[in-house]
Nanobody, 116 residues
Framework: QVQLVESGGGLVQPGGSLRLVCAAS????????MGWYRQAPGTQRELVAR???????NYAYSVKGRFTISRDNAKNTVDLQMNSLKPEDTAVYYC??????????WGQGTQVTVSS
């Protein structure tokens, strides 16, 4: 069984930065994909960024150049550094892991609010 716990959300002004951290417990394969989705009220959950076991990354077009995803396989963590935040980045952010042997797991979500 895998459990994911996110932290680091909060309220920030436009142009500010936040760092989200997701800590995974349980058996995580080093080849698993880890990443972040977000969901704003009234919208579908969308992929923000993901990092594959080999270290390559994908980003949503709307966050490219502003967000950076990283992972620490020894600690089973995946981070999302968010810079130059905009009001449209406001959402609940969810981390996930795709474990080859046992499927996808989700965190409980953390709220990010960008507002002046």
């Amino acid at each position: 069984q895998v459990q994911l716990v996110e932290s680091g959300g909060g309220l920030v002004q436009p142009g500010g930065s936040l760092r989200l951290v997701c800590a995974a417990s349980g058996s995580i394969s080093s080849i698993s994909t880890m990443g972040w989705y977000r969901q704003a009220p009234g919208t579908q959950r969308e992929l923000v960024a993901r990092i594959f076991g080999g270290g390559s990354t994908n980003y949503a077009y709307s966050v490219k150049g502003r967000f950076t995803i990283s992972r620490d396989n020894a600690k089973n963590t995946v981070d999302l550094q968010m810079n130059s935040l905009k009001p449209e980045d406001t959402a609940v952010y969810y981390c996930y892991v795709d474990n080859p042997s046992s499927g996808r797991y989700w965190g409980q979500g953390t709220q990010v609010t960008v507002s002046s």
